[in-house]
């Protein structure tokens, strides 16, 4: 939480630390994002029991697809930011997109199960918040380490094309693994659907 909230710790630590803290991270975004999927799918007990799996695994294979045109960038764009400090920048802001999915998760079952009209878009919603909060700590995190440096700016293209190809991965995954809610919306056919002519990002 320090990591998240502070983009880096009050101590110095080791490169063997770190990647601790950045597998640390990742595994607990992935177990807070298991509690979103059993809350999205609350409605059936079986889609409920696959979301445990299904909602971290896009998660995971989403961060999988965009890192490496990510650490490319960074050594394209010849910023002063460490690979394994982009790593851990990108760790931490997952757990910190998956922990707002978390804390979120009890309003999206109350809605899904009691209103019609709010629970999808309140599901979506969530995750769109959770999208914003984790590329903002993504940004701060790295604006942080590089305190002091000059030329910065160099150091946010990768931000901005992990940003983009994890969220374009995302997209594709979840039509893969849908359905993640029990309810149909655009996002279950992907791309094709999200951007096809009078299409709305909440359903059809």
Known sequence: ?????RGELEHPTTRASQVMLTLRALFAGLVLSALWGVAAGSSSAALALANVYK????????????LPAGVVALRLANAKLAAADLI???AT????????????APLVAIYYHTSARAGVP?????VY???????LLFARAVKRKLAGEPHRAAS?????ILVVLFSAALMQYVALASPII??????????DTVFAPGSAPGGR
Request: charged share 5%; proline share 3%.
């Open 1 to 5: 939480m320090t990591l998240t909230c």
């Open 93 to 104: 802001s997952i757990f910190g997109g998956t922990l707002v999915l978390a804390t979120l």
């Open 129 to 135: 918040v959770a999208l914003a909060t984790a590329t």
């Open 122 to 126: 309140l599901s979506l919603g969530s």
């Open 182 to 191: 029990a309810s149909e919306t655009a996002f279950d056919g992907g791309f």
């Open 55 to 66: 909602v971290p695994m896009v998660i995971l294979l989403s961060a999988l697809t965009a």
């Open 156 to 160: 946010l293209v990768p931000v901005a």
């Open 88 to 90: 851990n920048a990108f």
